[in-house]
C-alpha cells in the first residue's frame, strides 16, 4: 500500500494540490473549457488520428486491463499510480499540441485534439470511479455521458461528436476558492496569478480559467531563465495570445 499507513494533515492536502488539483482537475477544465469556448459547446468532430493521437488513445484503452492486474493483487497505490502516468501523458500532450494556438492556424486538427483529450477523460473518470465515485460523476456529467454509459463496459464505446456539453466546472476543490472568496467579499474586482516558469504555466492557466476575475501572466523568472531553454522567448508570444494571459511578467522587464 505504499505509504498509506501514514496519514497526516499536510500530505493529505499536498495530494488535493498536486495530484488531484493540479494534474487531473486542471487537465479536465484545461480541456473542457476549450471544447465549451471553441466547438460549439459540444463534443468536437474529429479528423484523421495521427500517431500522436493514437499513442494517447492506446494509452487510456489500455489502462482497464492494467489497472485489473493490479486491483487483483491488491496493489491500489500502483494502480493510482499507472493511472497518473495516463494523466501525464494527456498533460504533455496537450502542451505538445497546444491546440489554443491550432484555433486560429487550424481550426480542424484542434478540434481532433480536443476530442482525444475529451475521451482520454471519459476513460479516466470511468475508471477511477471506485475511489472517486462523486468527483468522477462530475466529470462523466460534464461530459455528457449517459448514467447508463459508465460502467466499464462502455469503455468500448465512445464519445459522440455534436453532444451538447454543459458549462464546465472544476472537479475537485481547491484551497484556492477561499483566498478568492475573501477577495470577492474585500471587493476586489480583478485578480493576477503570475507565472515564474514555462513549465508551471497550466497550473497558473487553470486558475485563471476557474475563475472568472482571474487572469494570469506569462513569464519567466530570470533565476529561472537558464533552465527553460532557448524556445522561451517564441513559447511566451505564443501564450500571450490566450485571452486569460494579459501579460508577458517575471521576465526582468515587468
Known amino acids: 500500500y505504499g505509504q498509506d499507513g501514514y496519514i497526516s494533515h499536510e500530505p493529505m492536502v499536498g495530494r488535493i494540490k498536486s495530484d488531484l488539483a ?7 477544465q484545461r480541456v473542457l473549457s476549450m471544447v465549451h469556448k471553441n466547438c460549439g459547446q459540444a463534443v468536437p468532430q474529429p479528423g484523421e488520428f495521427t500517431a500522436a493521437d493514437e499513442a494517447l488513445l492506446d494509452k ?24 497518473w502516468t495516463v494523466i501525464s501523458e494527456a498533460n504533455r500532450y496537450v502542451d505538445e499540441q497546444a491546440p489554443w494556438t491550432l484555433r486560429k492556424e487550424d481550426p480542424p486538427r484542434m478540434a481532433t485534439v480536443l476530442y482525444v483529450l475529451a475521451e482520454t477523460l471519459r476513460h479516466l473518470a470511468i475508471l477511477t470511479q471506485p475511489v472517486m465515485p462523486d468527483s468522477m460523476a462530475k466529470l462523466l456529467d460534464q461530459l455528457s455521458v449517459a448514467a447508463d454509459k459508465r460502467d466499464f463496459s462502455a469503455l468500448e464505446s465512445a464519445l459522440d461528436p455534436g453532444t451538447e456539453l454543459p458549462k464546465p466546472e472544476g472537479i475537485f476543490p481547491r484551497y484556492l476558492d477561499e483566498v478568492v472568496a475573501r ?55 505564443e501564450l500571450a495570445a490566450l485571452p486569460e494571459v494579459v501579460g508577458i511578467g517575471e521576465t526582468g522587464l515587468d
Request: charged letters at 25%; one cysteine or more; aromatic letters at 4%.
Open 22 to 28: 493540479n494534474d487531473f482537475g486542471n487537465l479536465a
Open 60 to 83: 487510456a484503452r489500455g489502462l482497464r486491463d492494467q489497472l485489473r492486474e493490479l486491483i487483483e493483487s491488491q496493489a491500489f497505490h500502483k494502480a493510482l499510480e499507472l493511472t
Open 183 to 237: 477577495a470577492r467579499r474585500a471587493g476586489v474586482g480583478r485578480m493576477v496569478t503570475i507565472c515564474t516558469k514555462l513549465s508551471e504555466f497550466e497550473t497558473v492557466h487553470g486558475i485563471a480559467l476557474r475563475y472568472p476575475e482571474v487572469v494570469c501572466s506569462a513569464g519567466v523568472h530570470p533565476h529561472e531563465a537558464g533552465e527553460e531553454g532557448q524556445e522561451s522567448p517564441d513559447r511566451l508570444l
